[in-house]
C-alpha cells in the first residue's frame, strides 16, 4: 500500500519568503507526527496532530512555524519569514492511533534557504 | 532536559563480526523507545518497540533490549546491507526522543 508522501522533495528559498511543505500520511491514520532534521542530527520532534487538532505543538521552535490539517488527513507545515537557519529535512510520520503505534516517515522535504 | 546519548557515532565492522550499540537516555516520564534505521536521503525505517525494562525483540540479525537507563541494538554477524545510520527514540509522554544516531559500515 501507498506509505507516507511528502511534497515537494526539494525546496530551494530565499530568506525572508513564506514556504509550505505538504504531507499525505497513510490512509487511516489518525496521528501525524512533523520533525526536523539537519545535517549528522537525530529528527527533532515539531508537532504532533491527532486527527485536525494538535495535541503537542510543544517543539514549533518559535511562531514563524505553523501547521494544520483540517480534515484529518493531509497536512501542512507553514514556515513564514525564513531563516537560513531553517534549512534542513523536514519529516513527517503517521501512526494509526498515537504514540504506541508505529510511526511510519515518508522521505523528508529538504528545504534550502539562501 | 530530556538527554538522550548514542554511542558509538561511528562503527566500521567486517561482514560477520558481531557488535553492540548503545543508547544511554535520561528522559522524564518514559513510556517506551523505539530503534529505527535510516538509510541515507530517506526517512527512518521502524525496527522495534521496547516498552519496559528487561524485555527483548528480534528480527534477522537485530536484537533489542532495554533497562531502566539504556538500549542495546545487537547485531549478529552483519552484512554489508546492515549498513545505515541506527537511531533510537526513548519515548516522552507523546512524542519520540531522537539521539544523533551510529553511522554503521559493514565492509564485506
Known amino acids: 500500500g501507498a506509505g507516507v508522501s511528502q511534497t515537494p522533495s526539494n525546496k530551494v528559498t530565499e530568506k525572508g519568503k513564506y514556504v509550505e511543505l505538504r504531507c499525505d500520511p497513510i490512509s487511516g491514520h489518525t496521528a501525524l507526527y512533523w520533525y526536523r532534521q539537519s545535517l549528522g542530527q537525530g529528527p527533532e520532534f515539531l508537532i504532533y496532530?491527532?486527527?485536525?487538532?494538535?495535541?503537542?505543538d510543544s517543539g514549533l521552535p518559535n511562531d514563524r512555524f505553523f501547521a494544520v490539517r483540517p480534515e484529518g488527513s493531509v497536512s501542512t507545515l507553514k514556515i513564514q519569514r525564513t531563516e537560513r537557519g531553517d534549512s534542513a529535512v523536514y519529516l513527517c510520520?503517521?501512526?494509526?492511533?498515537?504514540?504506541?503505534?508505529?510511526?511510519?516517515f515518508g522521505p523528508g522535504t529538504r528545504l534550502t534557504v539562501l | 532536559e530530556d538527554q538522550v546519548t548514542q554511542s558509538p557515532e561511528a562503527l566500521r565492522l567486517q561482514e560477520g563480526e558481531s557488535s553492540s550499540l548503545n543508547c544511554s537516555y535520561t528522559v522524564s516520564g518514559l513510556r517506551g523507545l523505539f530503534w529505527y534505521r535510516q538509510d541515507p536521503g530517506k526517512g527512518p525505517e521502524f525496527l522495534f518497540t521496547?516498552?519496559?525494562a528487561g524485555e527483548e525483540k528480534e528480527k534477522e540479525r537485530l536484537k533489542a533490549t532495554l533497562t531502566k537507563k539504556e538500549s542495546f541494538l545487537h547485531i549478529t554477524a552483519p552484512k554489508p546491507e546492515d549498513s545505515a545510520t541506527y537511531l533510537c527514540?526513548?519515548?516522552?509522554?507523546?512524542?519520540?526522543?531522537f539521539g544523533t544516531g551510529t553511522r554503521l559500515q559493514v565492509f564485506p
Open positions: 521496547l516498552y519496559s
Open positions: 527514540a526513548p519515548v516522552n509522554t507523546d512524542k519520540l526522543i
Open positions: 496532530f491527532q486527527g485536525t487538532g494538535a495535541a503537542d
Open positions: 510520520a503517521s501512526s494509526l492511533n498515537g504514540w504506541t503505534d508505529t510511526q511510519y
